[in-house]
C-alpha cells in the first residue's frame, strides 16, 4: 500500500485530458476582465512581447501571455486557479511595450479582484488587509523605528493615522463597505484555525 501512495492521483494528474473544448469557455469572464481593467485584452494577438519584457518569467513558470489567451478564450477557472496569477510584480513593462496598447498588468489585477472573490488569494494580502484596518498602515511603525525616529530628532509617529487615529474610522468605513475587513477575518481564520 505504502509503496503506490499518491501514485492514482500522480497518473490521473499525468494522464488529465488537456484538450480545450467549447464547454470550458466562459464567455462572460472576457467581459468580466475587460470591465474590471479598462483595457482591451480581446485585441491581444499573441505577438510575446509581454512575455519577452517579464522579469518573472526567466524565473518562474508564469507568463503573461498565457494569461492573455486565457482571457480571450474565457478560460476562467484555468486562469484563477493557477498559483502563478500571483507572481507578476506589476512593474507594467508589458504595458509599456505592447504594441496594440493593451495593458496586461491590469488584466492580471482584474484576474486577481475575480480570484479573491472566489476565496483563492495569498494570505500576505489578507493580513495587509488587517493591518490596514488596526492601524492605518499595510506595514505599521513599530518600537525599533520609534526608537531610531527619536534619534534623528523625529517625532516617534509620522503625522500620519499614528498621529491622528481619529481618521480611523474613515479608513474603516471603506474596508467595511467593501467586507474586505469581514472576508480577510474569514479566511485567514479558515486556513490557520
Ligand atoms: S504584448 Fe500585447 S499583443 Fe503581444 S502578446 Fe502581450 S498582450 Fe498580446
Ligand atoms: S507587469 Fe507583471 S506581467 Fe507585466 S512585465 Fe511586469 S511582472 Fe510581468
Redesign the pocket.
Known sequence: MARTKGYPEALEKKLRDQRYVREDSNPEFLKNVKSISRTIAHMCYQCGT??G?????PRSS?R?RHFMRRAVLGLENEALTDPDLW?????????DRCPRDII??DV?MAMRNLAFKRDIVPVNFLKTVQAIYSSGHGVPNNDVNRAAREKLGLTRDPPTTHMYPEYMPGIRKILDHYKLKANADRIVKEREG
Open positions: 509581454c512575455t519584457s517579464c522579469p518573472s518569467a508564469y503573461i507572481l507578476c510584480t506589476t512593474c507594467y513593462s508589458c504595458s496586461p498588468t492580471i
